[in-house]
Every structure is written in structure tokens, then in C-alpha cells.
């Protein structure tokens, strides 16, 4: 019950189009979706989050998309940019004090 | 502002040796994660704290051993290291398990 499934593995996207990668999760008890941004040798950074009370959640070109009934949440990269190209992990845990559990992550490369 | 440090940045071991890696962050973060993350692979719990005296297994301990006796250190110990160790360790902390996780910049360790 502490999964978290990420998809797609990897994603190929062209400059300007969107890059959307998926997520689902079996804990009902998860009330925490944050989304991490890492880049080549660095450690991984938060992007963006949302808790459930709200079903998106919007920050500059990036949107959580979050489907409570589905239990699916998914992160829009709008008008996706090379410097986007990066390595992308949800993520899910409780506010009563669960760990942080990880997706397995998805490559994004934007090509110019 | 250090955030989460975390020493050496590299190392190579030998089969068989033991190793101690650093990790210390100046937020008062209650929460503090080890994970590893093998070449374009996701990222897996070692072990992690809710608060100092206090740890727990995540989904891959055998083979490390923990122990938080402060707030801010949490070091992680390989005990007679094997090739499969070979990976990239990064600690992470948190105020609690709900949110943001700032992570260090990652230890590179190779075992040969």
C-alpha cells in the first residue's frame, strides 16, 4: 500500500510541446503529492506539490493534475523548454507522519 | 544557509571494507532519509528518522546500519562493502513527512 507508479519510464518531447507524466498510488491515507526535479549529478529539488483538497494546482508552466477518486495524479509541462530536460519523481506521503515513497522516476528529454 | 551536507562527495572502496557516510543539515528538520539510486534507476529508502534516537528501515537496509543521536546528524554506516553498494547516496531531511525534503548533493561511492 505504499506504492507509488510512475509513468511513463522515459518521455521524448519536441520544444514548445507538453510533457505529462503519470502517477497512481493504492494508500488512501496519502494526503501529500509532491513532484521532484533532478538534473544530472545534483540531488533531486521540489517543483511543485498539491494536497487533495484541491484537484490542481498550477505554478508558472508546471501543473499537478490530482484525481482523488482514481487515485491518480499527474504533473503538465506546458510549453516544455531543452532546460526542462530532467529526471522527475512523484512522490506521496501522509500528514500524520509517514516517510516520503517515491515513484521509480521519468527521463525527460526536450529537443530544440 | 547549508541546507543538508553531506561528505565525501566521492569514494572507492575495497571489497570488504567498511565506510562511514556523513550527512548533517542545519534546519531542525525532524525528518532525515537515506536512499540510493543506481545509474538511471529511481531512488530507494535505506533507512530513515522521524526525530533524533529514532530510526526505521526503508526498502533496501541489509547491509547499512544507521543511528541518529542528534537532530542534525544522521550518518549512514556500510559495514564490509560489496560491488553491489556501488551507487550514488543521497540524504534528505524535512520538518515533517509531509513537507518539502531538501536533499544534499549526493555521496558517489564505487566498490571494487
Known amino acids: 500500500q505504499q506504492q507509488v507508479k510512475q509513468s511513463p519510464q522515459s518521455l521524448i518531447v519536441q520544444k514548445g510541446g507538453i510533457s505529462i507524466i503519470n502517477c497512481a498510488y493504492e494508500?488512501?491515507?496519502?494526503?501529500?503529492f509532491p513532484w521532484y526535479q533532478q538534473f544530472p549529478g545534483k540531488g533531486p529539488a521540489l517543483l511543485i506539490a498539491?494536497?487533495?483538497?484541491?484537484s490542481e494546482k498550477k505554478e508558472g508552466r508546471f501543473t499537478i493534475s490530482f484525481n482523488k477518486s482514481a487515485k491518480q495524479f499527474s504533473l503538465h509541462i506546458m510549453d516544455s523548454q531543452p532546460g526542462d530536460s530532467a529526471t522527475y519523481f512523484c512522490?506521496?506521503?501522509?500528514?500524520?507522519?509517514?516517510?516520503?515513497?517515491f515513484g521509480e522516476g521519468t527521463q525527460l528529454t526536450v529537443n530544440p | 544557509n547549508a541546507g543538508v551536507t553531506q561528505t565525501p562527495k566521492f569514494r572507492i572502496l575495497k571489497i570488504g571494507q567498511s565506510m562511514t557516510l556523513q550527512c548533517t543539515q542545519d534546519?531542525?528538520?525532524?525528518?532525515m532519509y537515506w536512499y540510493r539510486q543506481d545509474p538511471g534507476m529511481g531512488l530507494k529508502l535505506i533507512y530513515y528518522?522521524?526525530?533524533?534516537?529514532?530510526?526505521d528501515k526503508g526498502e533496501v537496509p541489509n547491509g547499512y546500519n544507521v543511528s541518529r543521536s542528534t537532530t542534525e546528524d544522521f550518518p549512514l554506516r556500510l559495514e564490509l562493502a560489496a560491488p553491489s553498494q556501488t551507487s550514488v547516496y543521497f540524504c534528505?531531511?524535512?520538518?515533517?513527512?509531509?513537507?518539502?525534503?531538501?536533499f544534499g548533493q549526493g555521496t558517489r561511492l564505487t566498490v571494487v
Open positions: 534528505a531531511s524535512s520538518l515533517t513527512g509531509d513537507t518539502e525534503a531538501f
Open positions: 494508500n488512501t491515507a496519502f494526503d501529500y
Open positions: 498539491i494536497r487533495p483538497d484541491v
Open positions: 512522490a506521496a506521503s501522509t500528514s500524520s507522519g509517514s516517510r516520503l515513497t
Open positions: 534546519m531542525n528538520h525532524n525528518y
Open positions: 528518522s522521524v526525530g533524533a534516537g529514532i530510526t
